[in-house]
């Protein structure tokens, strides 16, 4: 009977630590916030680059903008340890902005580390940033991403949102807009931030840590309890 219960207690602490870690697996994609998304207006796009792996740093970032719904003016912020290059895109129509036609557009980002520690290092993520509009009239853009790891891994966040709302393995990061109007209205206009995910979940810096910290929580309990037993065992074995 000991046996028995002490074999519950291991599977009910794995399982636990399965549920802590699952969430810090769906967190470590790559996404992309702004303080606001409205069609029309414009934007400061920010896009949050996590290390997945443990033995190599992350050192180059291409970022795909759309060209079926073009953003017509794009400008880099500068980050630190880190160089840009910007690759444009001829329109098959022209697009208008501002009483001007516009014909060519920023089709790529790639921004690249400049030297090893300035690449994403395991464990740590960066955070890179654009402004960008008029935002087209459009429900969402998405921006296909290549992230290049330091041991020639590139991992590919270049798959659509699923219509049945799952979400695929290796999702591309999704900007949803607002339509004209609706900023005011919106629910998340308390802190005006925008969940732009292909899942809507809130990108929060707090996010990895969190769940990560309720899988340790699961395995410390497992090995208390397994201790616990085998304290149980030996006190009746010296009876």
Request: glycine share 8%; proline share 7%.
């Amino acid at each position: 009977m000991l046996r028995r219960a002490i074999r519950g207690l291991v599977t009910v602490g794995m399982a636990a630590c399965l549920i802590g870690i699952m969430p810090a697996v769906a967190f470590a994609h790559v996404k992309v916030t702004a303080d606001s998304a409205t069609q029309g207006g414009y934007a400061a796009l920010t896009f949050r680059v996590p290390n997945e792996r443990d033995n190599a740093s992350t050192t180059k970032i291409e970022v795909q903008l759309p060209t079926d719904t073009p953003l017509a003016s794009v400008s880099v912020k500068p980050h630190p340890g880190w160089s840009y290059e910007i690759t444009k895109t001829k329109l098959a129509a022209p697009i208008e902005a501002h009483g001007a036609q516009i014909s060519e557009v920023v089709g790529q980002i790639t921004w690249t580390a400049t030297d090893a520690k300035s690449g994403v290092q395991p464990g740590e993520y960066e955070e890179f940033s654009v402004s960008a509009g008029p935002l087209p009239n459009t429900d969402r853009l998405v921006f296909k991403t290549l992230q290049h790891y330091s041991d020639g891994e590139i991992v590919r966040w270049i798959q659509d949102p699923s219509s049945d709302g799952d979400e695929p393995e290796r999702p591309a990061p999704v900007l949803r807009l607002l339509p004209k109007g609706d900023a005011a209205s919106s629910p998340s206009t308390g802190t005006d931030r925008v969940s732009l995910t292909a899942d809507s979940t809130p990108a929060t810096g707090s996010g990895v840590g969190s769940a990560w910290a309720v899988g340790l929580s699961a395995a410390a309990l497992v090995i208390s309890l397994a201790c616990a037993a085998t304290m149980v065992v030996r006190t009746r074995r010296t009876r």
